[in-house]
Nanobody, 122 residues
């Protein structure tokens, strides 16, 4: 079964860190890109980071560059998002998505996970 499952969300204080994981199944990561998006209450979904496994190139939104790192997980079918120096503005539901190559928008037929909640608050 082709699917994506996010994990690792939670409550963290400002300045803290979290590591999200996207577990993939049913396809070979090497031929695709995996992107992380987020959606905060009342806001549109925005792209956060993406990694293209054809060439290994990572991409980041300006809002997270230097704080977030996307990488292949220890389990070869997972994609992790290490989030450091978290801010209250990072509070959102985080989703991973499977694309043929990195892009910051979705089209019908794209595969998405169900999301994991990240809350940054003191």
């Amino acid at each position: 079964q082709v699917q994506l499952v996010e994990s690792g969300g939670g409550l963290v204080q400002p300045g803290g860190s979290l590591r999200l994981s996207c577990a993939t199944s049913g396809f070979t990561l090497d031929y695709y890109a995996i992107a992380w998006f987020r959606q905060a209450p009342g806001k549109e979904r925005e792209g956060v980071s993406c990694i293209n496994f054809r060439d290994g190139s990572p991409h980041y939104a300006d809002s997270v560059r230097g704080r977030f790192t996307i990488s292949r997980g220890n389990a070869m079918n997972t994609v992790d998002l290490q989030m450091n120096s978290l801010k209250p503005d990072d509070t959102a539901v985080y989703y991973c998505a499977k694309f043929p190559r990195c892009r910051w928008y979705s089209v019908p037929g794209d595969l998405w996970g169900r999301g994991t909640q990240v809350t940054v608050s003191s």
